[in-house]
């Protein structure tokens, strides 16, 4: 049986990306205004532009495709709901390793 994994952020990155938003103005929830409801989600959320990738291949490796998969950071306000995604490559500095893998 296959073990499951889950792709996660480094904790390290959570706190990089954090410290950044909150540098850029972003310490309130743009709708609701709470303060603290703020939330990083652990996992990424991959958005893929101009078609499927090829079955079986991993997407968060994949570099030179067709297709382009964008890494993106989820804030959630657990006040009111509102969705935040935020490119985690922006983030990222060079050749950094931002996501680990980890069982279910
Ligand atoms: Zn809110």
Redesign the pocket.
């Known amino acids: 049986m296959e073990v499951q994994q889950h792709m996660r952020w480094r904790q390290s990155f959570i706190a990089e990306v954090s410290e950044a938003l909150q540098q850029l103005g972003l310490r309130?929830?743009?709708?609701?205004?709470?303060a603290d409801?703020?939330g990083i989600e652990r996992s990424p959320v991959f958005l893929l532009t101009g078609g499927l990738p090829p079955a079986g291949e991993d997407p968060a490796l994949g570099e030179d495709r067709d297709y382009d998969l964008t890494c993106a950071v989820r804030i959630e306000?657990?006040?009111?709901?509102?969705l935040m995604l935020f490119n985690a490559n922006m983030y990222r500095a060079e050749d950094e390793q931002i996501l680990v893998r980890e069982p279910s």
Do not use: Q
């Open positions: 309130a929830c743009l709708v609701c205004g709470s409801a703020l306000c657990a006040g009111c709901g509102h």
